[in-house]
């Protein structure tokens, strides 16, 4: 299971830059074109599915607590992205026929889309070190010790 958790870290991170390219596929191509609707496709719907792979495999390889849980975070980052479309558009007022020009405040907050990516990003990289790293070496990521040591309860000692 550590395998089928680094590959399904790799696939995700893949994704991610995928992820970038076809936002830049869209920003740079003809509206008409809506080249950019990959984009959100991608987003929507292979996104998700591998972030929710990503933490079913990290439990089943028994990554080791905190492992687990960071796998949690890209999934929660991704819900993020659209959510922070949905209160800027009530937060502004906008609806389709404004989101083509947006008031200045609505494009900062906005543009935190692109640093929430990078976070997903940066989150996917640290997932594959760890994975690689329990495929490697068979310890728990946090105490650096073998998975059969760390699960070990210490020995009593004999008292005298």
């Not at 191509?29 to 929710?52: C, K, M, Q, Y």
């Amino acid at each position: 299971m550590r395998k089928v958790f680094l590959t399904v870290a790799v696939l995700f991170t893949a994704a991610v830059v995928v992820q970038l390219y076809l936002a830049a596929v869209g920003v740079f191509s003809n509206p008409e074109d809506e080249l950019f609707s990959w984009h959100g496709t991608n987003g929507r719907i292979v996104l998700p599915i591998l972030a929710i792979l990503l933490i079913v495999s990290a439990a089943l390889a028994r990554a080791g607590r905190r492992t687990i849980w960071l796998s949690v975070l890209p999934l929660v980052l991704i819900l993020f992205q659209t959510v922070l479309f949905i209160l800027t558009a009530m937060g502004f007022g906008l609806d389709e026929s404004n989101w083509g020009s947006p008031p200045l405040g609505a494009t900062l907050v906005l543009s935190l889309h692109a640093v929430n990516g990078t976070a997903i990003l940066l989150l996917g990289v640290l997932l594959v070190v760890r994975a690689r790293r329990l495929v490697r070496d068979g310890a728990h990521v946090t105490t650096g010790k073998p998975v059969a040591e760390a699960e070990e309860a210490p020995a009593a000692t004999p008292s005298a």
